[in-house]
């Protein structure tokens, strides 16, 4: 007997992802604005790589966090939690539309504030997947996973382009007021989404032993241990060359302006967006957990490549893949978290996923150092190097968990 394809639009038929996806596409756009934006008014202002690092990496300080959120979201609720978080989002935009317009922003300024986005910033991928995994079957999860990340990958392209194009016609004070509209139309499409309600009021341990136990269900079972090395491993040593280190490379290696850097901001995210297509359409059939480390290998191997160019056009056409393959690698480690995790283990889960992307502030940090003494390409050649081989290590150790085609995390279902 044929079992059919969950059709591309299936997650569709569920009312709370008709609201959550074009809220979390426009809180996605207004993100992607504001990093290209700031992420070049910093490079510009200070001229040093460190302090464009420094930004880079209070972006995702959060995630250390992520895991405190997660307990916070389990006993509150999901979509309220994502109701307080975007809130705040639109009024740090308006914070920085005043400062702007009245000629007090300045870079250190710039820090504090994406100092306090940071912190709630990572756990908005959070509870948009735990939120996923609350309304919709699992028949459907992976295509659905694969929509949502549409939203990023989407904004990546448009706040590349719009964002740094509004820079440059209108200045920083127009493009913060889009921004903060931006942010407020996420807000309001957010109150359509659904969601388990939170279990605040029910008998149940401490907040630290909610986090102690979910500690001990990602250590007990080697699919989830074994993606939540994956996640940590590509935030160390693939995500700073894309999300970091980008306007160091527009402006020092390629000698561009900003919008050349939103064109390789946009080049990777068109393949990231084209590989989320590809999911969303139920059409990768190898397993999640095989398309998660076949593209996580490949991802390094193109970012051995991407380091080794020194023409826009080349370097612009390898982002492609590079998106291409962060997107078969993330998607699909998404799905291996929530089809391995028990129920009530969502919220809490989701959040230690997220603690990995600590992972990527280190990596930037580390970066700007190996970067001003062994230069770019040498660091380059480093983390990719490094990256693949605890890529294998990976896929050997945890191979009848993650690889074997009989693994849970290659079912379908």
Known sequence: ???LRPSFLAPFSV?????????????????????????????VESGSVMMLVVYGALQYSGSVLSPVLGVASDRLGCRRMMLMTRGMYATLALAM?????????????????????????????????????????????????????T????????????????????????????????????????????????????????PLRDLHEAMLHVWRTPELFGAMTVAFIVNVFAY??????????????YRVDQFTLGV??????????????????????????RAMLVAASAWFVLTFAFGHVTNPAAGAAILVFVGLAQSLCITPLAAVMLRSAHKEFFSRVMGMRILAIM????????????????GFVMT???????????TLVIAIRWRGYLWSKHARANQSA
Do not use: K
Request: proline share 5%; hydrophobic share 50%; glycine share 14%.
């Open 1 to 3: 007997m044929t079992t």
């Open 15 to 43: 009312r709370s992802f008709r609201f959550q996806w074009p809220a979390d596409l426009f809180t996605s756009w207004a993100f992607e604005m504001e990093v290209l934006i700031l992420g070049w008014y910093v490079m």
């Open 97 to 149: 539309t005043v400062l702007a317009a009245t000629g007090s922003l300045s870079p250190a300024i710039v820090l504090v504030i994406a100092s306090i986005g940071g912190v709630l910033r990572p756990s908005d991928v959070m509870l948009r997947n735990a939120l996923i995994g609350q309304t919709l079957p699992g028949q459907i999860l992976i295509g659905a996973l694969g929509l949502s990340r």
């Open 151 to 206: 939203t990023y990958d989407s904004a990546r392209i448009a706040g590349a382009i719009a964002g740094v194009g509004m820079l440059g016609a209108f200045g920083m004070v127009t493009a913060y007021v889009v921004i903060t509209l931006v942010y407020v139309l996420g807000f309001m499409l957010t109150l359509g989404v659904a969601g388990r309600p939170g279990r605040a009021d029910a008998p149940r341990p401490t």
């Open 240 to 253: 700073p060359f894309v999300l970091g280190l980008l306007p160091y490379v527009a402006r020092e290696i």
């Open 264 to 289: 390789l901001g946009a080049s990777f995210s068109a393949g990231a967006l084209i590989g989320s297509i590809l999911l969303g359409s139920n059409r990768i059939s190898m397993g999640a957990g």
């Open 359 to 374: 992972g990527l502030p280190l990596g930037l940090l580390v970066s700007g150092p190996v970067i001003r003494e062994l």
């Open 380 to 390: 380059s050649t480093l983390y990719s190097v490094a990256g693949l081989c605890v």
